[in-house]
């Protein structure tokens, strides 16, 4: 049986780059982005796959110019209007992860009703990073831990890793288990780096609106050939899928 990783996460990349090469101006590329997406939550869901985690706009990303990210923030509202009935028909369920204090209010209570509409659905969860940041979480996180302390719930030297996982965004999903950024460059830009440690990573050239299905597919059969050891040495972990089963 073909591995399927649980947990996908995608940094969609390339969206101005593609559209410059089409003649368009970026913000055509970002539309062009929503269908791409729109796509693979699809194919998501159809491969077996139960998480799908993707890269909508970094805590970094306000640094754009002024018209660029304005017309990213309609186009979020836009997309979470139109899409709730399709996300409702897949049985998906929707959720942002990131600070959503700095969007509009508009934005805001599109979120959360976008959330609320689909939170009973049972199928895949979507999870849209907006405004989100690794360190922001990392940050987050700790803010919350220090406040325990300060309460007396929490003792600083029986902080463990498991204290602080479950206070990032998503501390009831499992960790990443395959990393697909488009577009071509090989960095992280701050997305999921604590969940992301033991994630398969995969690196495609092709720029986001252009990632198809037989792109998604080709990211799968990547990760399916990986050996993931975990610290361990091959050998033991050969003899551990063959106890398994
Ligand atoms: C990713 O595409 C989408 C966002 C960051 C919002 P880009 O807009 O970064 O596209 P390129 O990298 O400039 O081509
Ligand atoms: C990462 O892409 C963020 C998103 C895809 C939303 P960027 O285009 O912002 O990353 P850098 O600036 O090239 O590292
Ligand atoms: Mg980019």
């Known amino acids: 049986m073909v591995k399927v990783p649980n947990h996908v996460a995608i940094v969609m990349d390339g969206n101005g780059r593609w559209a410059q ?12 982005g ?25 805590s970094e990303n306000w640094r754009r110019p002024r018209e660029e990210v304005g017309l990213l923030m309609d186009l979020f509202l836009l997309a979470l209007k139109q899409e709730i009935k399709r996300l409702q028909r897949n049985n998906v369920r929707l959720r942002i992860i990131g600070d959503r204090s700095r969007f509009s209010t508009d934005l ?9 509409d689909t939170a009973a659905n049972t199928g895949l ?25 300060q309460e007396g719930s929490v003792q600083p030297d029986a902080i463990t890793e498991e204290h602080l996982a479950a206070r990032l965004s998503f501390s009831d999903l499992a960790d990443p288990d395959l990393f697909i950024r488009t577009g071509g460059e090989k960095r992280l830009s701050n997305f999921l780096l604590w969940q992301s ?27 399916a050939t990986r050996q993931r050891r975990f610290g361990l040495v091959g050998e033991q972990v050969v003899s551990s899928t063959e106890t398994a089963g």
């Open 197 to 223: 440690a033991y994630a398969e990573l995969y690196f495609t050239d092709v720029l986001w609106p252009a990632f198809d299905v037989a792109e998604f597919d080709a990211a799968l059969a990547a990760y």
């Open 34 to 58: 929503v269908k791409a997406l729109r796509k693979v939550v699809e194919c998501a869901a159809k491969s077996g796959v139960k998480i799908l985690t993707v890269f909508a706009f970094s």
């Open 108 to 116: 805001q209570k599109s979120m959360a009703k976008a959330e609320e």
């Open 21 to 32: 090469q089409h003649g368009h101006k970026r913000h055509v590329g970002h539309k062009e």
């Open 125 to 149: 969860v979507v999870q849209v990073a907006a405004n989100y940041g690794g360190r922001w979480d990392i940050t987050q996180a700790v803010r919350k831990l220090a406040l325990e302390v």
